[in-house]
């Protein structure tokens, strides 16, 4: 595997990581083929190219374009120190770094959900989200901090810095100042120079070492916040499941078989915290899950009354839902057309007629 340290190094030095073919395959050496399918024509050409001996009252060489549409850049000191230069279009394109594709790339790399926010054009990009189990992530920002002023760290909580802590990937140890790096590693960040941690390989970028191990720091801390979350899950569910894959199916008015991806779990109200210590009874979060099932997932239409007679159960339902499978967003949404309660996942009612059709226990 390649080791990209003139690409790493660019990122840091070009503004703007942008800047004309020319001067790519010359900053890129050796790395210019594998770097290339990164770069992206901005539809501009520059009006100047390097120099080889830089620091004269001409430099750099201004860019012509004869009569004839031949392109060449001259040295502007008198006398001349650079020999003219014959160039072609590509050569004084301008190209930019391929951030989409960057991103994507890396988010592939190290083993994350790829977001479907815009990559802007801003120094600092969400790469997407790691995470451990569902419903447990940790953001990946991408910096580029480039020559100009040092980085903000409020530009990292724009792009999505999580308090609870965060991956900031960086060019090279030294592209964020070193008390910068130091009061986000002391918050709880894990700060990785891909100079160090990202090579390139057959298939394009590779981490160095495999995602979990280079991703540790960040992954213990993910393991200690459900530690310390008070309700584990009931079932750790894989970070890329949803709502829609889980099937609920009442099969007794205390049991509940609930289904993801060819497998079944048997739940009663205890598992799910929908108990009452004092009574022993289910509690009305419990009542509202049976009434769903009853009708399929869908409770409603409702009068304004009955919408707010619901509406703890609801509040109550889905507080539990969430603790217990840790998926993100709500398992119970409110169609206002139809002005109903809808489920996110698929809910069945397998209990015997006699008690389907009885007032569901409350």
């Known amino acids: 595997m390649k080791r990209l340290r003139r690409f790493w190094k660019a990122l840091d030095e070009v503004p703007g990581a942008a800047t004309d073919r020319l001067e790519w395959v010359d ?14 024509s901005t539809g501009r050409r520059t009006t100047a190219v390097m120099c080889p001996y830089p620091g004269g009252d001409g430099c ?20 001349q120190v650079c020999d003219p230069l014959d160039l072609t279009g ?6 930019a770094l391929d951030r989409a594709k960057l991103l994507r790339d890396l988010s592939r790399t190290l083993d994350a959900e790829p977001t479907d926010r815009p990559s802007g054009a801003g120094r600092v990009m969400l ?29 990292l909580r724009t792009a999505g810095l999580d308090p609870a802590g965060s991956v900031v990937l960086v060019p090279r140890p030294s592209s964020l100042p070193a008390p910068v790096q130091a009061r986000l590693v002391a918050a709880g960040h894990q700060v990785i120079p891909l100079s160090e941690a990202v090579g ?3 298939t394009g970028f590779e981490a160095l070492q495999p995602p979990a191990i280079l991703l540790a720091p960040i992954r213990e801390a993910l393991a200690a916040r459900t530690r310390t979350a008070g309700h584990e899950p009931v079932w750790e569910l894989p970070s890329d499941a949803t709502w829609g894959e889980l099937t609920f199916t009442l099969i ?45 997932g869908s409770l409603g239409p409702m009068r304004a009354d009955l919408v707010e007679k619901h509406k703890k159960e609801k ?26 309660y809808q489920t996110a996942f698929v809910m069945r009612d397998e209990r015997p007629k006699a008690v389907r059709m009885s007032r569901p226990r409350r």
């Not at 889905?318 to 409110?334: M, N, S, V």
């Open 27 to 40: 900053i890129l050496g050796a790395e210019w083929r594998d770097i290339e399918p990164y770069l992206k």
């Open 60 to 79: 750099p060489r201004r860019v012509v374009t004869g009569a004839n549409g031949a392109i060449r850049a001259v040295c502007g000191s008198r006398p």
């Open 90 to 95: 590509p050569d004084v394109t301008i190209l």
């Open 127 to 155: 790469v997407g989200r790691h995470a451990l189990a569902a419903g447990l992530a940790s953001p990946i920002l991408l910096a580029l901090p480039g020559p100009a002023d040092p980085l903000a760290e409020d530009e």
């Open 200 to 202: 390139f390989g057959a």
């Open 252 to 296: 007794a008015d205390e049991v509940l078989n609930v289904s993801f991806r060819g497998q079944t779990r048997r739940l009663e109200p205890d598992h799910l915290g929908m108990k009452d210590g004092r009574s022993g009874k289910p509690t009305e979060a419990w009542g509202f899950l049976q009434a769903l099932a009853r009708f399929g």
């Open 315 to 340: 509040q109550a339902l889905t507080k539990r839902l969430r603790e217990a499978f840790r998926l993100p967003g709500d398992p119970i949404r409110w169609d206002r057309r139809n002005r109903s």
